[in-house]
């Protein structure tokens, strides 16, 4: 008997999903990514204690695998006697709005810029290299400081700073892709066809510079939230006593000689998010544009 | 190519004097030059007549103007800090600043684009894990612990380095690693990537069909083309380590031009903050340059202008 | 063959790396090295603000007279004898064995030069409250001069044993400040051997002190300063032997080093105290802060001793008179408030705010304790939008009138004196926000009489009227921590200024 070949499902969203779950890297990362969305959302129902609530005579507890650890912290007390896995918990909310809300603005903004430019050359070129300079030539501080002076510190503020501040490796990678893309055959002959501008950037441009986009997006969440620790080390971040992955790590670096953990347990979180981030960002290129695998 | 200078030249002056005037005004809104000037201890007499003597009474226009022809002719005042001229301020601690930029980015390149070219060629490997694992180190770490552990490693432990200082060469060893393993991610993520692309297409392999030798396929052809998003990055990337550099600075006590431009804007310094950002915007105008110049010799196809 | 070479070339480079040692190191070169934490804006002593510029100049220039950081006696130095011929005039006579680093011979000159240079309001000596209260000087001899005060002025004595420094008359006016800022020249304990400005600077004992200096005679051969912003790295290059003596550590790591057993940490009280700020005249328009209830209520919710244990730490103390215990004309005899978060409740419902309110919060320094308070008065209904500045961005907003409530410190320059701390911020000057006549009236009198008597009796008029309306609220005063090597013998001073030129090895 012959086997009659089997006939699989070919619609192309089997295929992506196939492939989605096939792809290590990217289950990786959106299972921590999934994970830390979740902690997020259920901070009040699984933090053991009010991250606000300060405890002057219990400060600086280490956490419980040390020999004077307690169950009652497991993480320890930061430098007020605060629930240290209480904050990291609570910590996710804001390090996740920081990161994605700056990446999703500076994205948009960076996205614009650059494809304008790379695609249209010329004055729109200039215009745009200039606003790139410009930028990269205002110190982030300083705008930072005098926003804070003016306006006051406060998550929109920092994230609408943080958004308006990095748009520039957006748009300067957009750029130069652009650049390429542009004078490749596929597009000079949806030109020829007489496409109109948009339906070109919208079907030629975009669908080759994505690859990069997604790229720089996922190091510019990272980014983001580590800039935003940046921030809360000098004043201008968040303002205490709202927890943030980012002001938890500069608040432990005055005891980091002697109480290590203070700046570990921040970071390793840090780390995690970042790492699923970029898997999650690997992952999406890959899956989406096959030819670019192995 | 004239007018293409010309152009260049006319966005160098427009990108300046844009820049210079905002800063101006941020400086000015944010804090009284007047109190800057006169200190901590100043009586309101005090201020006042320094108001009056340094003409802090005009209207903000006016006083960007006198700044604006006395820096066109190379006087960029005096620092309300130190009371010496800033030019003079600026070109002793730029150096510093310069070397250990230029330092890092080469650190930050050869690290990255061999490491970005071998994920590329085996990815799913462990080459192309370790990779990414050093990436995301790079993002994740914020640079104060990276620099503090290295120190308490190398320095304290081993004793192998000095712990901060700009007197000999090995002083700027551990900076040059914290302030380039910054910039490293970014050029090794946009390398691999760039080589994925670039050797899966066609000409690719028609190349490798023609016979060419593996290494000649990849530097000729893929790394050229690969690598042209990476050269505006670097440029970027460098005129980062200019603003980043502040941490790396302060933690390493090198008293460089970042260093010099947090302080001095916490102080109100206002002349020398007007005058290092004048420095660092002509410096970011001619890296972008630069750049752009590489990329359109590692890819004519890419006309400039 | 090839291999061996190679191996001997890597141990080379190695090697190469370890020989940055630097020749920097501590008692074994008879060198002090020591890390301050901000840079100097200059090395002249009448340039610069800093407390660190303080403990400089007592290393490279001497006054007329010089006050004994125990017995707080004002002993002769540059002077021999002083004599005051009626309360606006003093005269010195001066010692004739004195000679400048640069061989230049003290005398009346000198003395006559620098009264007049500092009394010039042209030359914008910094403070200028350290020196604007005489007139002139005058030589009325080789070694004789007298002083011409413009009125009475009781701290006179105060100042010229501390921050009042002999310059040298012919060097200095040849090169003037921008000279001195680069190569200094005094009568000093210490010469200065080598100025990068801001970083780094080199002293060595002077051979040619004058015997029978109040200062005594230095041991230490040579002395580094570096500047080093960073705590962590201060702590490195203590740890590593590349820094002797550090200062200003923060209470949780002094209590660490000290149990590590490898340094000595000292802990000293400082004249500094910290204070909220009430805008209780109206200057930042109507809010709460205008309600004597409402400031009332919020002194009684800090816990001020629970904020000094936990926090704080070390010598400091809980203060309740808006000056420092020892300052002349202070005392704590004054309305108190006990930590009652139940008063405070009862007394703002009083006031109308049964809920509590919201109100901006500024401060500049120590986060922390911002934190702590925020926590007391979040426990009373009092909600805060805090900002935290700079300093220079504080003082710039809260002297134009735009903070209605703040938490400031203040160090009185380690003036001994009410009028150093008090005068300062409730003379209806830019800082003073409650701007009351009574107050203004009985600072005016102490500030200006010469009778202890009647000044003390001034002073504590204010400050009681302060405390019972509660225009400011005293918080603490302020510690430092000090650790340095146990080759070292140091002891801190109440007045902050540590003395290097007492200190020895062991």
Not at chain 1, 149 to 160: D, M, N
Not at chain 3, 109 to 133: C, E, H, I
Not at chain 3, 188 to 212: I, L
């Amino acid at each position: 008997m012959t086997n009659s070949p089997q006939i699989t499902s070919t619609s192309p969203i089997s295929g992506v999903k196939s492939r989605v779950l096939r792809h290590k890297g990217m289950m990786i990362g959106s299972t921590i990514v999934v994970l830390v969305v979740l902690i997020a959302i259920l901070a009040p129902l699984i933090a053991p204690h009010d991250p606000y609530h300060q405890d002057l005579l219990n400060r600086l507890k280490p956490p419980v695998w040390d020999s004077r650890g307690t169950w009652e912290h497991i993480f320890g007390t930061d430098h007020l006697g605060r629930d240290y896995l209480s904050r990291l918990i609570y910590g996710s909310r804001i390090s996740l709005l920081i990161g994605i809300g700056a990446a999703l603005i500076s994205g948009i903004i960076g996205t614009f810029l650059g494809v304008m430019a790379g695609y249209f050359g010329g004055r729109v070129d200039m215009v745009v290299t200039f606003l790139i300079t410009v930028r990269l030539s205002m110190p982030v501080v300083l705008v930072a400081l005098a926003v804070v002076a003016i306006v006051g510190g406060s998550l929109q503020v920092v994230i609408g700073v943080l958004g308006l501040l990095l748009w520039d490796r957006f748009a300067v990678v957009m750029r130069s892709s652009t650049l390429q893309i542009r004078s490749m055959d596929y597009v000079t002959a949806a030109r020829a066809v007489g496409c109109s501008t948009t339906r070109i950037l919208m079907t030629e441009v975009m669908p080759n510079v994505v690859n990069n986009l997604i790229v720089i997006a996922t190091l510019e969440i990272a980014h983001a939230i580590i800039l935003e620790a940046a921030l809360s080390f000098l004043g201008l971040g968040v303002q205490p006593p709202l927890p943030s992955w980012g002001l938890m790590v500069s608040e432990g670096k005055d005891m980091m000689l002697f109480e290590p953990w203070l700046i570990t347990i921040p970071g390793v979180a840090l780390f995690a998010l970042v790492l699923s981030v970029n898997l999650l960002g690997d992952g999406m290129r890959d899956v989406t544009a096959p030819e670019n695998r192995n | 190519m004239i007018s293409y200078a010309l152009k260049r030249s006319i966005l160098a002056i427009l990108v300046a004097l844009t820049v210079s005037m905002i800063s101006f005004s941020l400086l000015y809104i944010s804090s009284d030059p007047a109190i800057a000037m006169a200190g901590e201890t100043a009586s309101d007499a005090d201020i006042e007549a320094i108001r009056e003597l340094y003409g802090f009474d005009r209207p903000i226009v006016v006083q960007y103007w006198e700044w604006l022809k006395k820096a066109a002719s190379g006087d960029l005042g005096k620092s309300y800090y130190f009371r010496t001229d800033v030019s003079h301020l600026i070109a002793e601690r730029l150096p510093t600043t310069m070397t250990l930029g230029l330092c890092a980015i080469i650190f930050a390149i050869g690290l990255a684009v061999p490491l970005g070219v071998a994920s590329a060629i085996r990815p799913n490997s462990i080459i192309d894990r370790v990779s990414l694992f050093l990436s995301v180190m790079g993002q994740a770490l914020p640079s104060f612990w990276f620099a503090l552990i290295l120190i308490v490693l190398f320095s304290v432990n081993l004793r192998w380095l000095p712990v901060s200082g700009s007197d000999t060469w090995q002083h700027f060893i551990m900076p040059t690693i914290v302030l380039g393993y910054y910039a490293a991610p970014a050029i090794m993520r946009l390398t691999r990537t760039g080589m994925l692309e670039v050797l899966s297409t066609d000409y690719i392999r028609t190349a490798r069909a023609k016979g060419l030798r593996p290494p000649v396929v990849l530097f000729k052809h893929a790394l050229r083309n690969a690598i042209i998003p990476v050269v505006s990055l670097a440029a970027v990337q460098f005129g980062f380590m200019l603003g980043g550099s502040i941490v790396v600075e302060t933690i390493f006590a090198l008293h460089g031009a970042g260093f010099l431009a947090w302080e001095s804007i916490t102080r109100n310094d206002l002349p020398t903050v007007q005058g290092l950002i004048l420095a660092f915007s002509l410096f970011y105008i001619i890296l972008t340059l630069i750049a752009d110049l590489i990329n359109a010799w590692l890819d004519p196809r890419i006309r400039i202008g | 063959m090839k291999n061996k070479k190679f191996v001997f070339s890597l141990i080379g480079a190695l090697a190469a790396t370890m020989m940055y040692s630097s020749a920097y190191a501590d008692k074994s070169n008879d060198t002090l090295n020591i890390a301050i934490d901000r840079e100097l804006e200059s090395i002249d002593a009448y340039y610069n603000t800093a407390r660190e510029g303080i403990v400089i100049s007592r290393l490279i220039w001497d006054g007329l007279l010089y006050r004994d950081p125990v017995t707080n006696e004002y002993l002769p130095n540059l002077a021999t004898s002083y004599e005051w011929i009626d309360s606006k005039t003093i005269q010195f006579n001066l010692r004739s064995d004195v000679n400048f680093h640069n061989g230049e011979k003290f005398d009346a000159d000198d003395v006559v030069f620098t009264m007049n240079y500092l009394a010039d309001p042209a030359n914008g000596t910094k403070p200028a409250r350290n020196s604007n209260w005489w007139s002139n000087a005058e030589k009325l001899g080789d070694y004789k001069v007298q002083l011409n005060l413009k009125a009475e002025f009781p701290a006179a004595l105060e100042f010229l044993s501390g921050p009042i420094v002999m310059y040298p008359n012919e060097y200095y006016g040849e090169v003037g400040p921008e000279g001195m800022a680069l190569n200094p020249v005094g009568t000093g304990p210490y010469m200065v051997t080598s100025v990068e400005p801001g970083k780094r600077y080199k002293f060595s004992k002077y051979a040619g002190y004058h015997s029978g200096s109040p200062k005594g005679k230095a041991s230490i051969g040579k002395i580094v300063i570096r500047t080093i912003a960073e705590s962590n790295t201060q702590l490195a290059e203590l740890f590593s032997g590349g820094i002797d003596w550090i200062w200003k550590v923060k209470p949780d790591a002094a209590q660490r080093i000290q149990a590590q057993g490898n340094f000595t940490v000292k802990n000293s009280s400082t004249m500094r105290i910290g204070y909220l700020n009430f805008d209780s005249s109206g200057r930042n328009g109507e809010n709460p802060m205008n309600d004597v209830r409402v400031r009332k209520a919020i002194a009684h919710s800090i816990d001020r001793e629970g904020i000094v244990q936990a926090l704080v730490q070390g010598e400091s103390i809980v203060v309740n008179s808006l000056c420092f215990p020892t300052q002349f004309g202070c005392t704590q005899d004054v309305t108190k408030y006990d930590y009652n978060p139940e008063k405070a409740k009862e007394l703002l419902a009083e006031a109308g705010y049964p809920n509590g309110f919201e109100t901006p919060f500024l401060a500049y320094r120590n986060r922390d304790y911002a934190e702590a308070m925020i926590n007391n008065l979040n426990a009373v209904g009092i909600t805060t939008k805090f900002t935290y500045l700079k300093y220079a961005a504080f003082r710039d907003k809260v002297q134009d009138g735009g903070s209605p409530f703040n938490f400031g410190t203040w160090g009185s320059y380690s003036i001994n004196d009410v009028s150093a701390i008090t005068s300062h911020f409730q003379s209806g000057g830019k800082d003073d926000y409650s701007r009351d006549p009574e107050v203004m009236d009985n600072l005016k009198i102490g500030d200006t009489s010469v009778d202890s008597a009647v000044r003390k009796d001034a002073y504590k008029k204010a400050l009681s009227r302060i405390a019972d309306e509660v225009f400011m609220f005293p918080l603490w005063s302020y510690n430092t921590n000090y650790a340095f090597s146990q080759d070292l013998s140091f002891n801190p001073t109440p007045d902050e200024i540590p003395r290097f030129f007492t200190a020895t090895w062991k």
